[in-house]
């Protein structure tokens, strides 16, 4: 039901956020233990249904140090996919989000998402990818808010991460200064990052192919809405898609409601 659904209202791509209890890097046995169990639930339900990505934070190192969380992490998610049922068959990607690496938070660095990355593909089948968060990327001291901070971000999105590899971005204000090292989310425009820093988030040539998703506070009625018109408006996007105007999503059913373009086609052929 949910694929119909989908297919209808041209919802893609799909992305699940992992349960945020979920803590691969942990230490401690139990907590390891139930957060293997859970992201093996986690990972079967999104193949279920048919979800293309499902995002999961790096989680806290507390108590060991940052290699023996990264350790820790990257052998808990080889675990959780060797046991999760029918991942095979299904596309499935595993996004790491980015943090604003507060205390023992691991992904608050680029190169910290990396090395995660480079173990997980050599332990398990399941193809990992980056979820950045503009407002963690902020508050963990990338600054995305300037201009010239931007470019250095995105560059250095290319030369660790793979622009490539960047799968989804959440768009998020943040209510917190850059390099606060604190995740308080925004309003689109209405945190450090404002209105003229997400418009060139949002027009910047490596970003703007990739899906958006919105984790705004919703303090009022609509004010999901509000942000989605916000940021649609600063990325000059149109307010319409076809689809929303009984167009269809398919190209050869599109070309069929231009009889005159299918006859240029086949004589060309
Ligand atoms: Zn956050």
């Known amino acids: 039901m949910l694929r119909r659904a989908r297919e209808r209202l041209d919802l893609y791509p799909l992305a699940i956020h992992a349960n945020y209890l979920v803590n691969l890097a ?8 139930r957060s293997i169990a859970s992201f093996r639930g986690e990972l079967e339900r999104a193949a279920d249904i048919g979800a293309e990505y499902l995002v999961l934070h790096p989680g806290s190192y507390k108590g060991q140090s940052l290699e023996e969380g990264i350790a820790a992490f990257v052998l808990g998610l080889r675990d959780a996919a060797a046991g999760a049922a029918g991942m095979m068959k299904t596309g499935v990607t595993v996004l790491l989000e980015n943090t604003v690496g507060s205390g023992a938070q ?3 660095r680029f190169e910290e998402l990396r090395a995660i990355r480079d173990y997980a ?3 398990t089948d399941v193809p990992v990818g980056y979820c950045l968060d503009t407002c963690h990327l902020l508050a963990a001291g990338y600054d995305v808010s300037s201009e010239a901070g931007l470019r250095e971000t995105v560059r250095e999105v290319g030369r660790v991460l793979g622009i490539e590899n960047v799968k989804l971005i959440h ?3 943040s209510k917190t200064p850059f390099g606060s090292h604190v995740d308080r989310h925004a309003n689109i425009g209405e945190g450090h990052i ?11 040539p490596k970003l ?18 509000l942000n989605l018109e916000n940021l649609k408006k600063l990325g ?10 009984g167009l269809p999503h398919n190209l050869e059913d599109l070309k069929k409601l231009c009889p005159k373009s299918r006859t240029t086609t086949t004589k060309s052929s």
């Open 26 to 33: 942990s230490v401690d046995p139990a907590i390891r233990e």
């Open 106 to 108: 691991i992904g608050g």
């Open 121 to 123: 593909v050599q332990l």
């Open 171 to 173: 768009a998020n204000d």
């Open 194 to 204: 404002g209105k003229a820093g997400f418009r060139r988030i949002l027009a910047h």
């Open 208 to 225: 703007r192919g990739k899906p958006f998703i919105l984790e705004t506070p919703v303090e009022h009625d609509g004010d999901d809405r």
């Open 236 to 245: 000059g996007r149109p307010e319409r898609p076809p689809q929303a105007l």
